[in-house]
């Protein structure tokens, strides 16, 4: 923390703030913004441990709100412990990688997440196939959060596909993040990359990302939802483009 600038450390609290409202406004994105905007200025890897604290607290916040925990953790917790088993792999290469193509993959998650979620027709998943698929989704997420530390790809779009309620699927997401979040933490700092000061940083990130969270949900009722979604992801996808295309630009 020490190292970081008064204006870097303003713009790591401001980009909280900001992540924090879109979660507030569509219940989820604060680490993909967080990764998005700080991976494109600072480390991926310094980024990744900054978003620790604000991404498990607002995500277990979401988790514990829902109606159905234990239903929900029955479901999904060979899910959950796959999302773990990816996680080490992905998160030792993003401790010991190149930044340049750590930012490149980043990249490549955003763009990939965002393409997706404004083309791609909606699937649904033979409840045949779940057993099987939520293992090879869990490893896959695990992978791409530890090494690009973006929980979305492929566990949104997999949940989406599986029909669940509104608040089921809201309650799945945030078992999803939180369980990566703190999976990606326990295997960072098992490397060395999660050091005390850049804890207490992300600790101080905490703060604006809950008031982010706040006013984004009060925003909620006086936007359109699908307006606010499509420049969100179209934001997401020229970020990610960006990013992945900056070593041949």
Request: charged fraction near 10%; hydrophobic fraction near 60%.
């Amino acid at each position: 923390m020490s190292d970081m600038s008064l204006p870097a450390i303003i713009l790591i609290l401001a980009t909280f703030f900001a992540a924090g409202a879109v979660k507030g406004v569509t219940g989820m994105g604060l680490p993909t913004v967080a990764m998005g905007v700080l991976g494109a200025l600072i480390s991926p890897l310094t980024a990744a441990g900054l978003l620790i604290v604000p991404s498990f607290v607002t995500n277990l916040w979401q988790l514990l709100a829902g109606p159905a925990l234990r239903p929900v953790l029955r479901r999904f917790w060979p899910m959950m412990l796959a999302i773990c088993a990816g996680t080490v792999p992905g998160a030792a290469w993003l401790a010991g990688g190149d930044a340049g193509v750590a930012r490149t993959l980043l990249g490549a998650a955003l763009v990939i997440y965002a393409g997706y979620s404004l083309l791609a027709r909606q699937l649904s998943v033979p409840s045949r196939m779940e057993p099987v698929l939520s293992l090879v989704i869990g490893g896959l997420t695990g992978m791409v959060s530890g090494a690009t530390g973006v929980f979305v790809i492929p566990a949104v779009p997999y949940l989406q596909a599986l029909g669940l309620s509104k608040d089921d699927l809201v309650q799945a997401l945030g078992l999803s993040f939180t369980v990566s979040t703190v999976a990606l933490a326990l295997a960072l700092g098992a490397h060395g990359a999660f050091s005390a000061g850049l804890m207490g940083l992300s600790l101080l990130a905490l703060g604006p990302a809950l008031v982010g969270m706040w006013a984004g949900q009060k925003l909620r009722s006086r936007i359109s939802l699908a307006t606010f979604r499509k420049v969100f992801l179209g934001f997401l996808l020229l970020l990610g483009a960006e990013m992945a295309l900056r070593p041949v630009l």
